[in-house]
T-cell receptor, first 118, second 116 residues
Framework: EPEVTQTPSHQVTQMGQEVILRCVPI?????FYWYRQILGQKVEFLVS????????KSEIFDDQFSVERPDGSNFTLKIRSTKLEDSAMYFC????????????????FGPGTRLTVL | AQSVAQPEDQVNVAEGNPLTVKCTYS??????LFWYVQYPNRGLQFLLK??????LVKGSYGFEAEFNKSQTSFHLKKPSALVSDSALYFC??????????????FGAGTQVVVTP
């Protein structure tokens, strides 16, 4: 069964450094998402991406964040200058469509990248 | 704006007993509701969803959920819980375009503990 994959599984970085989190969505999916989960808190939406453009973003997704689909398979989240409060589990997700309706808008999640900012 | 609430931080149930995990929602338009499960050190796994139609939705691993429009609820149920069902369960809601283009709003999660 196709899966969303994410690398690395754990990233440790110093405050102020740039990090790039990588995701490979399911191959026939067209919509891509990033969420984050701070330890002990709920999963929060960051951004959705379709047709090489951001479709929707949350207030968390400020100028320090950017997303890119550099090729036909990868989807990346970049944090330009990490802060301590960026420490969280970051989940990538993908869906066939932006929906809603039918089976095509279900979002399938990757295993996550745990980001630790020191 | 959409929101979802899971009123219980933890649900404890004995193996073989019925399991219910509660979820209530608020959306401006038609609700599109989902349940996901998270096992330790794993991503979120899709269980089931309600888009339209029959109020009782059946999903993976024997789970089902009942959509109740009047009570704005979407409780997850399983008739007979297994120890392997112990995990963190998330309810999620999304709004329809153009209000939202795929953004899921997740609840805080409910930890389910099934004891042998």
């Amino acid at each position: 069964e196709p899966e969303v994959t994410q690398t690395p599984s754990h990233q440790v970085t110093q405050m102020g450094q740039e990090v790039i989190l990588r995701c490979v969505p399911i191959s026939n999916h067209l919509y891509f998402y990033w969420y984050r989960q701070i330890l002990g808190q709920k999963v929060e939406f960051l951004v959705s991406f379709y047709n090489n453009e951001i479709s929707e973003k949350s207030e968390i997704f400020d100028d320090q964040f950017s997303v890119e689909r550099p090729d036909g398979s990868n989807f990346t989240l970049k944090i330009r200058s990490t802060k301590l409060e960026d420490s969280a589990m970051y989940f990538c997700a993908s869906s066939v469509s932006g929906g809603p309706g039918g089976d095509t808008d279900t979002q399938y999640f990757g295993p996550g990248t745990r980001l630790t900012v020191l | 704006a959409q929101s979802v609430a899971q009123p219980e931080d933890q649900v404890n149930v004995a193996e073989g007993n019925p399991l219910t995990v509660k979820c209530t929602y608020s959306v401006s338009g038609n609700p599109y509701l989902f349940w996901y499960v998270q096992y330790p050190n794993r991503g979120l796994q899709f269980l089931l969803k309600y888009i339209t139609g029959d109020n009782l939705v059946k999903g993976s691993y024997g789970f089902e959920a009942e959509f109740n429009k009047s009570q704005t609820s979407f409780h997850l149920k399983k008739p007979s819980a297994l120890v392997s069902d112990s995990a963190l369960y998330f309810c999620a809601v999304r709004d329809s375009p153009p209000a939202s283009w795929g953004k899921f709003q997740f609840g805080a999660g409910t930890q389910v503990v099934v004891t042998p």
